[in-house]
């Protein structure tokens, strides 16, 4: 079929997407060509066709129902902070967790609904005088996005922690899941292979001293300042760590002389190996070029496969991503 053709029937196919949304769902939480950049810690990537952005339980439901029921393609976005979407934007519907936010504690038990900030919710906890989420302070994102991924950081998951997750199926039923840590593994957990959306997730924590509390948070945020999390957009660590390459990967980049090295206004930080930045209006292509670059190099001359820890969203070529299984 003719590349016109083609791009006819997508922007048929758009428009109807949009004529659907715009008859299910209430105007005030639909937005249309959505810049991702907007919504990203990397502050890249390009529009998404269709944006919604519920604020309630039954907010969410409309619009899982709308994408259900017209079989629309669909991203699910937490927070942001743990990807990198293409320039050309993400084709379908996005719909943003990030107005469900809601949290609250009773007895050692902490609820949060999948949008609410990982900040936000060790701030609470430590209110209560609640123990156990200390590790997480200062990582960016959503808690919901962090029980996804199974966030770890400074010897600890999130998994440790997590008792029940809420999850609204593809049949728009919501289940209550159990959690049992031996489900987890490292930045991977059951719900990357489920089709259902998190609703809410619920945290056993420990009663602790408050101010031994807010101490153990402010050292782990400073940790992540010092370290240069937040000199320039970012998503954080870009590769996950590999005990079997005897060194963390942000020293395995260095030992390959790339931390430094910039393509257009992406650079491979230089104050840490594994941390990719956007130090001058970034495409997602300068950024991917980077990632190609270590992954290719680290294959070349360590006989590693680098595996990235930031998932490649939305309108990416399949030859664009080909060096991602095609490395030695």
Same mark, same amino acid.
């Not at 991203?75 to 943003?96: E, K, Q």
């Given at each position: 079929?003719?590349?016109?053709?083609?791009?006819?029937i997508m922007?048929?196919?758009i428009?109807?997407?949009?004529?659907c949304?715009?008859d299910?769902?209430p105007?005030?939480?639909?937005?249309f060509?959505?810049?991702?950049?907007?919504?990203?810690?990397?502050k890249?990537?390009?529009?998404?066709?269709v944006?919604?952005?519920?604020?309630?339980?039954?907010d969410?439901?409309t619009?899982?129902?709308?994408?259900?029921?017209?079989?629309?393609?669909?991203?699910?976005?937490?927070?942001?902070?743990n990807?990198?979407?293409?320039?050309?934007?993400?084709?379908?519907?996005v719909i943003?967790?990030?107005?469900?936010?809601?949290?609250?504690?009773?007895?050692?038990r902490l609820?949060a609904?999948?949008?609410?900030?990982?900040e936000?919710?060790?701030?609470v906890?430590a209110e209560?005088g609640?123990?156990?989420?200390?590790?997480?302070n200062?990582?960016?994102?959503s +808690?919901?996005? !962090? &029980?996804?991924?199974? @966030? /770890?950081?400074? =010897?600890?998951?999130?998994?440790?922690v997590?008792?029940? %997750?809420?999850?609204v199926?593809?049949?728009?039923?919501?289940?209550?899941?159990?959690?049992?840590p031996?489900q987890?593994?490292?930045?991977?957990?059951?719900?990357?292979?489920?089709?259902?959306?998190?609703?809410?997730?619920?945290?056993?924590?420990?009663?602790?001293?408050?101010?031994?509390?807010?101490?153990?948070?402010?050292?782990?945020?400073k940790?992540?300042?010092?370290?240069?999390?937040?000199?320039?957009?970012s998503?954080?660590?870009?590769?996950?760590?590999?005990?079997?390459?005897?060194?963390?990967?942000?020293?395995?980049?260095?030992?390959?002389?790339?931390?430094?090295?910039?393509?257009?206004?992406?650079?491979?930080?230089?104050?840490?190996?594994?941390?990719f930045?956007?130090?001058?209006?970034?495409?997602?292509g300068?950024?991917?070029?980077? +990632?190609?670059? !270590? &992954?290719?190099?680290? @294959? /070349?001359?360590? =006989?590693?496969?680098l595996?990235?820890?930031?998932?490649? %969203?939305?309108?990416?070529?399949?030859?664009?991503?080909?060096?991602?299984?095609?490395?030695?």
């Amino acid at each position: 079929m003719p590349y016109r053709a083609q791009l006819l029937i997508m922007e048929i196919s758009i428009e109807g997407w949009r004529q659907c949304v715009v008859d299910m769902v209430p105007a005030e939480l639909v937005r249309f060509d959505e810049p991702m950049s907007r919504h990203t810690s990397f502050k890249i990537g390009g529009p998404a066709d269709v944006f919604l952005a519920p604020r309630s339980y039954d907010d969410l439901l409309t619009c899982l129902e709308v994408v259900k029921k017209n079989g629309l393609p669909c991203f699910l976005l937490g927070g942001g902070t743990n990807i990198l979407v293409a320039d050309r934007g993400i084709r379908g519907v996005v719909i943003s967790t990030a107005g469900l936010d809601s949290i609250s504690v009773t007895g050692e038990r902490l609820t949060a609904e999948a949008g609410a900030r990982v900040e936000d919710v060790c701030m609470v906890a430590a209110e209560y005088g609640l123990s156990g989420v200390e590790f997480i302070n200062g990582m960016p994102g959503s +808690i919901g996005g !962090a &029980v996804w991924m199974n @966030a /770890r950081c400074y =010897g600890n998951s999130i998994s440790e922690v997590l008792e029940q %997750v809420e999850v609204v199926g593809e049949d728009l039923s919501l289940t209550t899941v159990s959690c049992d840590p031996s489900q987890f593994d490292y930045k991977r957990s059951p719900f990357q292979a489920m089709s259902g959306c998190i609703w809410q997730v619920k945290l056993h924590l420990k009663k602790g001293d408050r101010q031994e509390i807010y101490r153990k948070m402010e050292e782990n945020h400073k940790d992540r300042v010092d370290k240069g999390h937040f000199k320039a957009p970012s998503a954080g660590s870009l590769f996950k760590n590999n005990h079997d390459f005897g060194a963390p990967t942000g020293k395995i980049i260095d030992e390959l002389g790339l931390r430094g090295v910039t393509s257009g206004g992406a650079a491979i930080a230089p104050f840490h190996g594994n941390i990719f930045i956007n130090q001058n209006n970034a495409t997602a292509g300068d950024v991917l070029s980077l +990632i190609r670059l !270590a &992954v290719e190099k680290a @294959a /070349r001359e360590r =006989g590693i496969r680098l595996e990235p820890e930031v998932r490649l %969203v939305g309108d990416w070529s399949p030859e664009e991503l080909s060096f991602l299984t095609n490395v030695a």
